[in-house]
């Protein structure tokens, strides 16, 4: 600590004295490890490794990617251009923006000067770096022992220095034959059986767009595919819109109609910032629920900051906003496409669809039309939407819900009906639905504190017309039927009740 005594004079004239200290604000040693609790999967801690790969690539050449997973070690090997002495020096630093200090291409994945050393510390105790950089002809190496920072733990007077070592290319080394890149080795890993699977899986998605453009990663030999698609023909729109007051940021992608509902949650958009995944099946745009399961697509947010650890964009960020509200408009006939698809089994449903959303995002190409249906038929997609036409769905086995006396059917997904008498504090309330998603069960509340019951000699049948209006309600609320829709099902079940 230094310490420099001044004398100063105070408003009234009197003089008085401060003392300023000089104090050192180096980290904790063991923050170098303690970072490294950002709670990433192994998959989410080797994306990011490969963003780094992915961002130092040379151009003219692809990516080539070699990931090496077993219980002892992790090592990612790339054929990027490789880092000098004076780059490597700073890669190691924490939060250095490297586009701050040199020459960087503007678009990158790396933003905070984090990634590679938050997503080792999380994989394990012990990571080195060799690298070769472009035309130099020598090969860099620096090792972190972690557990030798952490011991340093309290200790004011530690150094935050590490030793780089340079030396000849060893081509029985970790980056073999290579001309440059870089390898990353982890040990002493953290989980004691990474899966491969999930890693291969994950960065698949995640650099789908690097993998179509030629880019190769593999992990154990095997290489990762981008995820299949399938959506109903005809349905898939490209898409490239301003966005912002002054237009200044694009938004470009797909979206698509899926050929099924979900009931899991594997539907909406994945959205991506500068060729990689950072937020998948995002559901932020449009209203989620089974009618509009079936949009899937992939939207290119390159403008909106994501957020620390590139799992999901800053939703505080005016791009995000712009994003957002431009998105929510563009998706409009999206979602009513959705629903038309989703008003029943018939085939032509799909195609009437898909025009619908055609028209409406002016798409060209031509819907195929499989069992060669006639143009006639179609008349009603005009708008792009569902209006509220049921005349072609009377028929019991084209509707999404089946009914019986005691069960919908949606879409395939049973559920069970009941109603059970239970006091609810608020006495204007005749009843309330409560729906378990886990079981497949809807029942129906009738308050015992309502003066419905009082009144009524006959609970069976207020339980049966509490549940009739409890289905209409849970058809609209929670799976986004119009209320037309959800009356006429309503109307369909009790229909089936009264009968038994
Ligand atoms: N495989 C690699 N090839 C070449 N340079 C690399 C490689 N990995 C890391 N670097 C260099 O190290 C720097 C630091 O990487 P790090 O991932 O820690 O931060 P970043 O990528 O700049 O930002 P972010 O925290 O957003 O990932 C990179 O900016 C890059 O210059
Ligand atoms: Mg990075």
């Known amino acids: 600590m230094s310490t420099e005594d001044t004398v100063m004079l105070s408003d009234d004239g009197f003089s008085c004295m401060s003392k300023r200290h000089s104090v050192s604000i180096n980290p904790d040693p063991s923050l170098m490890e303690d970072i490294g609790a950002a709670s990433f999967t192994v998959a989410e801690a080797i994306v990011e490794l490969v963003a780094n790969s992915m961002d130092a690539q040379v151009e003219g050449t692809d990516i080539e990617v070699d990931i090496y997973i077993d219980s002892s070690e992790i090592r990612v090997v790339d054929n990027a251009k490789g880092m000098n002495g004076d780059v490597l020096a700073q890669a190691v630093r924490l939060g250095v923006k490297m586009d701050k200090i040199g020459k960087v291409s503007a678009s990158?994945?790396?933003?905070?000067?984090?990634?590679?050393?938050?997503?080792?510390?999380?994989?394990?105790?012990?990571?080195?770096?060799t690298?070769?950089?472009?035309?130099?002809?020598?090969?860099y190496f620096v090792e972190f022992n972690l557990e030798e920072w952490t011991d340093r733990a309290g200790d004011s007077d530690f150094k935050w220095e590490i030793e780089i070592e340079e030396r000849e290319p060893d081509e029985d080394g970790v980056l073999g034959v290579r001309e440059h890149g870089t390898a990353i080795v982890v040990q002493e890993l953290r989980d004691y059986n990474p899966l491969a699977g999930p890693v291969l899986d994950k960065l698949g998605r995640a650099y789908k767009g690097h993998i179509e453009d030629g880019d190769v990663i593999k992990v154990n030999g095997n290489r990762a595919r981008p995820p299949e698609y399938d959506f109903i023909e005809g349905s898939k729109q490209e898409f490239n819109i301003p966005c912002g007051d002054d237009e200044e940021h694009r938004i470009y992608g797909w979206v698509a109609l899926d050929k099924q509902t979900h009931n899991d949650d594997i539907f909406g958009l994945n959205l991506y910032r500068e060729n990689q995944l950072v937020e998948p099946w995002n559901k932020d745009f449009f209203k989620a629920h089974l009618m509009t399961s079936r949009i899937i697509g992939e939207v290119h947010l390159d403008f909106v900051p994501p957020n620390f650890y590139k799992r999901g964009f800053e939703r505080q960020s005016d791009e995000w906003k712009e994003a957002r509200e431009t998105m929510e408009e563009f998706l409009e006939p999206v979602v009513k496409a959705s629903r038309e698809a989703s008003r029943g089994k018939d085939p032509k449903k799909f195609r009437k669809a898909a025009r619908g959303l055609q028209k409406a995002l002016g798409g060209g190409s031509e819907v195929a039309d499989p069992d060669g249906g006639e143009e006639g038929e179609d008349e009603d997609t005009s708008g792009g939407g569902t209006g509220d036409d049921d005349g072609d769905s009377t028929h019991d086995e084209d509707e999404l819900v089946q009914v019986d006396a005691s069960t919908l059917s949606i879409d395939g997904k049973r559920i069970r009906l009941s109603y059970e008498m239970a006091g609810i504090p608020d006495e204007r309330l005749p009843w309330d639905y409560i729906y378990d998603e886990a079981t497949g069960e809807l029942q129906a509340i009738l308050n015992t504190n309502s003066r419905l019951l009082d009144k009524s000699e006959d609970h069976e049948i207020v339980g049966t017309l509490a549940l009739a209006d409890c289905i209409a309600s849970f058809l609209t609320d929670e799976i986004g039927y119009e209320s037309s829709d959800a009356r006429r099902y309503r109307n369909m079940w009790l229909y089936q009740r009264l009968g038994e």
Not at 108 to 124: E, N, Q, V
Not at 131 to 139: A, H
């Open 108 to 129: 990158r994945k790396g933003m905070f000067g984090l990634g590679m050393k938050t997503a080792c510390a999380s994989l394990g105790r012990r990571w080195s770096v």
């Open 131 to 139: 690298t070769r950089p472009v035309g130099e002809g020598t090969e």
